[in-house]
C-alpha cells in the first residue's frame, strides 16, 4: 500500500522555521520525483519545490528561492522541505508528492498546515 505522510507543520513566528517530513512506503523511491506542493485558503495548489529522482536537481518556485531547500534520502524513503526566513504569505498546507519519472503515475499525502504569524 502507497503511503506519504507528511510531518513537521505547526504555528510559526515571521522570520522563523520549520522542516518538513515526508516518510513514503509502497514504492521505490528513487524512480520516483518528490514534490511540495501548498495550498492557501481561496487559492490554486501551487508546486513550490521539486526534487528530480537520483540527480537531485531542484526547483524551486520563485516566492521560495534562498529561503526553501528540498533533500531527499531514497534509502530512508523520505523528503524533507526546511523552510527558513518564512512569512505570513507561507501559511498553507503543504502536500508532498511523488510522481513516477517514467509512467507519470502520482501519488499525494494528506497535507500538513503551516501558518505563519505573530
Excluded at 21 to 31: L, W
Excluded at 39 to 47: F, M, S, T, V
Excluded at 56 to 82: H, P
Excluded at 87 to 111: K, S
Aim: aromatic share 12%; with cysteine.
Amino acid at each position: 500500500q502507497v503511503q506519504l505522510v507528511e510531518s513537521g507543520g505547526g504555528l510559526v513566528q515571521p522570520g522563523g522555521s520549520l522542516r518538513l517530513s515526508c516518510a513514503a512506503s509502497g514504492f521505490s523511491f528513487s524512480d520516483y520525483t518528490m514534490r511540495w506542493y501548498r495550498q492557501a485558503p481561496g487559492k490554486e495548489r501551487e508546486l513550490v519545490a521539486s526534487i528530480l529522482s537520483d540527480f537531485g536537481f531542484t526547483r524551486y518556485a520563485d516566492s521560495v528561492k534562498g529561503r526553501f531547500t528540498i533533500s531527499k534520502d531514497n534509502a530512508k524513503n523520505t523528503q524533507w522541505l526546511q523552510m527558513n526566513n518564512l512569512a505570513p504569505e507561507d501559511t498553507a498546507v503543504y502536500f508532498c508528492n511523488a510522481r513516477h519519472i517514467l509512467t507519470g503515475m502520482e501519488y499525494w499525502g494528506q497535507g500538513t498546515q503551516v501558518t505563519v504569524s505573530s
